[in-house]
């Protein structure tokens, strides 16, 4: 897997998984996140490795939420078709579609996601996150320029430009 995603196999590495707290980051945007453990959320990816091209789509918007959202969210990943153990606790959590996203807070399932959609995956971990009383940081919405500002801009680059040109 990946430093920012543990690897599930069966119960006993969930449990593992579940009892770990994730120290506090600095985000690749610049933001520090320090969760009390109790309150971080831990995300159980259950998808297959074979024959599961809806898995592999979304995994890597799964290893940026992770990377972006370490120190509040911890990640796990549990490949359903690995082993005898993974089947097993992917039957355990009654998952008949993949990939699901299993939720927890405090040891505790808090909630689930299924499918691929990568913007409502976002949303339902932002969605618990602050239902346990955690609100992540947003990144600043980026200025936009008005037409008039661009048109301005453009004004002044061609003007430079025939400056150039006869002088």
């Known amino acids: 897997s990946d430093e920012y995603?543990?690897?599930?196999?069966?119960?006993?590495s969930l449990d593992d998984f579940l009892a770990q707290c994730a120290m506090p980051q600095t985000?690749?945007?610049g933001v520090d996140l320090n969760v009390p453990c109790g309150k971080q959320l831990a995300v159980l990816d259950i998808s297959l490795e074979k024959s599961s091209p809806a898995c592999?789509?979304?995994?890597?918007?799964?290893l940026a939420l992770a990377r972006n959202m370490a120190g509040a969210c911890r990640w796990s990943r549990l490949l359903g078709d690995s082993s005898a153990s993974a089947k097993a606790l992917m039957n355990e959590f009654n998952v008949t579609e993949v990939p699901t996203f299993v939720f927890f807070s405090d040891g505790k399932e808090v909630g689930r996601y299924t499918g691929t959609d990568r913007m409502q995956l976002v949303d339902q971990v932002f969605k618990v996150q602050a239902a346990n009383g955690i609100k992540?940081?947003?990144?600043?919405?980026?200025k936009r320029m008005s037409?008039?500002?661009?048109?301005e801009i453009a004004r002044a680059k061609r003007e430079a430009q025939k400056k150039r040109q006869w002088s």
């Open 5 to 12: 995603i543990t690897e599930v196999t069966g119960r006993e």
């Open 27 to 29: 985000t690749p945007i």
């Open 56 to 62: 592999l789509h979304i995994y890597p918007a799964v």
């Open 136 to 142: 992540m940081p947003q990144r600043e919405p980026r």
């Open 147 to 151: 037409t008039a500002e661009a048109k």
